[in-house]
Nanobody, 125 residues
Framework: QVQLVESGGGLVQTGDSLRLSCAAS????????MGWFRQAPGREREFVAV????????AYADSVKGRFTISRDNAKSTVTLQMNSLKPEDTAVYYC??????????????????WGQGTQVTVSS
């Protein structure tokens, strides 16, 4: 089983940047597609970004495209979400997730096998 731990959340102002990190246990990391999702109070968990197991392709939600960047370091078993030009509507708990399926790059939470505990991001106006 894969253990995921997010870090890097915090309170920032509109226009600021944050970098979220997710650390994964075990050497299976290099075979996993890794996604970031977020959930605000009263809202469904929504897709933010995904990177495939090779780190060669990425996909983003329209709401964050051009502002957020997902990357991974398979040697360190980490995935990062660089968030720039943050807006109040980015406020949410951000979750790191892993998908074991080969060649996967899913946008849907139900396709992911492992989840971290989440890290809070709050953007004030």
């Amino acid at each position: 089983q894969v253990q995921l731990v997010e870090s890097g959340g915090g309170l920032v102002q509109t226009g600021d940047s944050l970098r979220l990190s997710c650390a994964a246990s075990g050497r299976l990391f290099s075979a996993l597609a890794m996604g970031w999702f977020r959930q605000a109070p009263g809202r469904e968990r929504e897709f933010v970004a995904v990177i495939n197991s090779r780190g060669l392709s990425t996909a983003y939600a329209d709401s964050v495209k051009g502002r957020f960047t997902i990357s991974r370091d398979n040697a360190k078993s980490t995935v990062t979400l660089q968030m720039n030009s943050l807006k109040p509507e980015d406020t949410a708990v951000y979750y790191c997730a892993a998908d074991r399926r080969i060649l996967s790059a899913s946008r849907y939470p139900r396709d992911y096998d492992y989840w971290g505990q989440g890290t809070q991001v709050t953007v004030s106006s």
